[in-house]
Each structure stands twice: as C-alpha cells, then as structure tokens.
Antibody, heavy 115, light 110 residues
Framework: QVQLQESGPGLVKPSETLSLTCTVS????????WNWIRQAPGKGLEWIGY???????TYNPSLRGRVSMSVDTPKNQFSLKLNSVTAADTAIYYC?????????WGQGTLVTVSS | QSVLTQPPSTSGTPGQRVTISCSGS????????VNWYKQLPGTAPKLLIY???RRPSGVPDRFSGSKSGTSASLTISGLQSEDEADYHC???????????FGGGTKLAVL
C-alpha cells in the first residue's frame, strides 16, 4: 500500500526558506515522478513541480525561480525548498505520486508564513 | 486565477443528477486527458475520474466523466449526502509542461 507523508516546519518567517520532505512507503521512489502541490486557504490546487529519482525536475514558472526539489533515494524521500516566502505562500502543501494522474497523495501539511 | 474554469458552487437534492463543468484550452483539455478529484473538508484530494472517463477501483458508477473539445464534465447520478464535497478538474498543460487545475466546485446536497 503506497503511502506518502509530508513533514517540516508549520511556521516560516517572511523572506525565509520553506523546507518540506515527503517520505514514501510501500513503493520505491525510483519509479514514477513525484510532485508537490499546494492549496492556499479557500483556494484551488496549484502545481509546484515534479522530480524524477534521477534528480531531473520541472517547476511551475509562476514560482519565478524560488523553488527547488531534490531526492534522497536511500531514504525514499523527496524534498521541496521555496525561498523568499511571503504570506501568499501560506498553504497546505501536498506531495503526490504522478501516474499521469494523482492517485496517491500525502495527507498535506499546513505551512503558515508569518513573523 | 486558475487555468481551468469551474463554477464555484452547485447544489442538488438526493437522487438528483448534477453536472460540473470544466473549461480549458487547446494546450490542456483540448489535447490531453482530464482527471477529476473529490476533496472532503480537511482531507487530501482523492482521484475520482482519470483519462477523461475512467473510474479507479472503488469509485461508484454513479460518477462519470466526459470531454468535448476544450471542455470536460463530471456527472454525478443518484446524488447522495456523502457526495457533498469540493470537486477539482485537472489536465496536463503543454505550455506549462505540467498539470493545471480548476478552481474547484463546492457541491451542496440539500
């Protein structure tokens, strides 16, 4: 049974870097593409980017170079970094496996940007 | 502002049939398949329909999807109280080189 679990700080100060990790169980990260998706309060879903176990990643241009992703194959984890955060980055952040659709999601983690 | 356009809300009574629309463009819905997700409050989205009209195992056949041109629809027949949720459409976008979503439609079962 495939499970994903996000972890990381729930509070980040403005201008600092948001860092989250997604731990995958029940599947090897060395298959598929792995995504980060976020949902601001009361808003729709926004794709942040995806990464392959090889380290190749594609990001949403709307995040203007603030985002980076990485994989840790031995730990079966992948990570997200979003720098220079503002209040607009306050959202629930989800990780999800990409099968051409998102059949497996983490439960989501709320990250609030506030001083 | 979401790339795909959905009505913010809709409603129906138990047993009724409701349809939720999702409008896009040639770079997303017009050239790629559409997926639908159901989201209950405080939970992650759950895959409901994939590849325009296919249901994952466990999804009742009351849920169906269709697509025509640059628009797609999700139809729920025999509406039940547990169908009250937010519904999101999504499709790959060739310009973005990633998936795009609708803003979500809140379905109320009256």
């Amino acid at each position: 049974q495939v499970q994903l679990q996000e972890s990381g700080p729930g509070l980040v100060k403005p201008s600092e870097t948001l860092s989250l990790t997604c731990t995958v169980s029940g599947d090897s990260i060395s298959t598929y593409y792995w995504n980060w998706i976020r949902q601001a309060p009361g808003k729709g879903l926004e794709w942040i980017g995806y990464i392959h176990y090889s380290g190749s990643a594609t990001y949403n241009p709307s995040l203007r170079g603030r985002v980076s992703m990485s994989v840790d194959t031995p730990k079966n984890q992948f990570s997200l970094k979003l720098n220079s955060v503002t209040a607009a980055d306050t959202a629930i952040y989800y990780c999800a496996r990409d099968d051409g659709y998102f059949a497996y999601w983490g439960q989501g983690t709320l990250v609030t940007v506030s001083s | 502002q979401s790339v795909l356009t959905q009505p913010p809300s809709t409603s129906g009574t138990p047993g009724q049939r409701v349809t939720i629309s999702c409008s896009g463009s040639s770079s997303n819905i017009g050239g790629n398949t559409v997926n639908w997700y159901k989201q209950l409050p405080g939970t992650a989205p759950k895959l409901l329909i994939y590849s325009d009209n296919r249901r994952p195992s466990g999804v009742p056949d009351r849920f169906s999807g269709s697509k025509s041109g640059t628009s797609a629809s999700l139809t729920i027949s025999g509406l039940q109280s547990e169908d009250e949720a937010d519904y999101h459409c999504a499709a790959w976008d060739d310009t973005l080189n990633g998936p795009v979503f609708g803003g979500g439609t809140k379905l109320a079962v009256l």
